[in-house]
């Protein structure tokens, strides 16, 4: 192994330990500082996914965007249809459609989020020195990037599986 492939190994690693951890500590800090409920984190994307659609999604949609499983997203559903965070709307012709949206209570929850989110990174942010901040700066493209490599990566594998009868994909 040469040593470039030795620092992709080394990144992809601490990469791999460090996002979840950071993710979930950004999380409870968010709900401490704001008293926000603990809304698991799934929930939480399904909402950004459907108020990311101003008309609403069809729940295979929704499940398609957010790359788990229809069945998810019907537990989804439920749960939060009951504690009113989404609205179930049924086609005026065609019962069996339903349209998935976000309710005016989950858009103010998501925007409570957000901004406490936004300050909980930005107060600990301001605590690293200030060349850790322009490296973390500079190194949100090339996030974006991988991010959006990952999910191509990911789109092309279920692909495959599907082309192969469904064998080895996974289900959410």
């Known amino acids: 192994m040469d040593s470039s492939s030795a620092d992709t190994g080394h990144v992809a690693l601490e990469l791999g330990r460090l996002l979840g951890p950071l993710r979930r500590a950004v999380l409870r800090a968010t709900r401490n500082a704001e008293g926000l409920p603990d809304l698991p984190e799934a929930q939480i994307e399904l909402l950004r996914t459907l108020s990311a659609a101003p008309d609403g999604l069809a ?82 493209p090339a996030l974006d990037r991988l991010l959006l490599t990952v999910e191509r990566q990911t789109s092309t594998v279920a692909r495959r599986s599907a082309g192969q009868g469904g064998r080895g994909a996974s289900a959410g």
């Open 59 to 140: 729940p295979r949609e929704a499940a398609a965007r957010l790359r788990i499983a229809p069945s998810t997203v019907s537990n989804l559903v439920r749960t939060m249809t009951a504690a009113g965070l989404v609205e179930r709307m049924s086609h005026p012709h065609d019962l069996r459609t339903v349209t998935l949206t976000a309710s005016d209570k989950a858009r103010e929850l998501l925007a409570r989020y957000d901004s406490a989110s936004t300050a909980a990174l930005a107060e600990a942010s301001a605590e690293l020195p200030a060349e850790d901040r322009a490296t973390l700066a500079a190194a949100m």
